[in-house]
């Protein structure tokens, strides 16, 4: 039951996190607040995919039986396309600009959270008082 429970919540939040990241990437420019630190939005893309991939890897960690490997591997490649496919869509459909510098801060970002997720795992174990 607390399997369940763990992939329940982990794949609620990912969706969930993946419709944020959606709105705010298609919001027009003018509706986001005016930062004035320097690359804040590759930081943003950067640490929202981050996020995202260290929940996606965790439900593939739970749910499968794939190795260390290839759940950084199947993260990073979602992420490159769902990055990608924001990208496309913002500059054909929500009046912005695609930016491929957009994109490398993206699949960054999935790919640090990928090789995140086993500290964020032993986190959780740690904190919640599971063993492995």
């Known amino acids: 039951m607390e ?3 763990n992939t329940i919540f982990l794949l609620s939040f ?3 996190w993946a419709i ?11 509706d986001l607040p ?4 320097p690359n804040i939005d590759k930081i943003a ?3 929202c995919f981050l996020i995202l991939s260290v929940f996606l890897s965790l439900l593939l960690h739970i749910k499968t039986r794939l190795k260390f490997l290839h759940i950084i591997l ?5 992420a490159f396309i ?28 999935g790919f640090v959270g990928a090789l995140m997720y086993p500290v964020v795992l032993r986190l959780f174990l740690w904190v919640f008082g599971k063993k492995n």
């Open 45 to 47: 893309h950067f640490g």
């Open 74 to 78: 199947f993260s990073t490649l979602l």
């Open 34 to 37: 005016q930062v004035k630190v």
């Open 20 to 30: 944020i990241i959606f709105v705010l990437c298609t919001m027009p420019q003018s």
């Open 14 to 16: 990912s969706i969930v």
């Open 3 to 5: 399997k369940r429970k």
């Open 82 to 109: 769902y990055g990608g496919s924001i990208e496309i869509l913002q500059s054909r459909f929500f009046n912005r600009t695609g930016d491929v510098k957009d994109l490398i801060a993206d699949v960054l970002g």
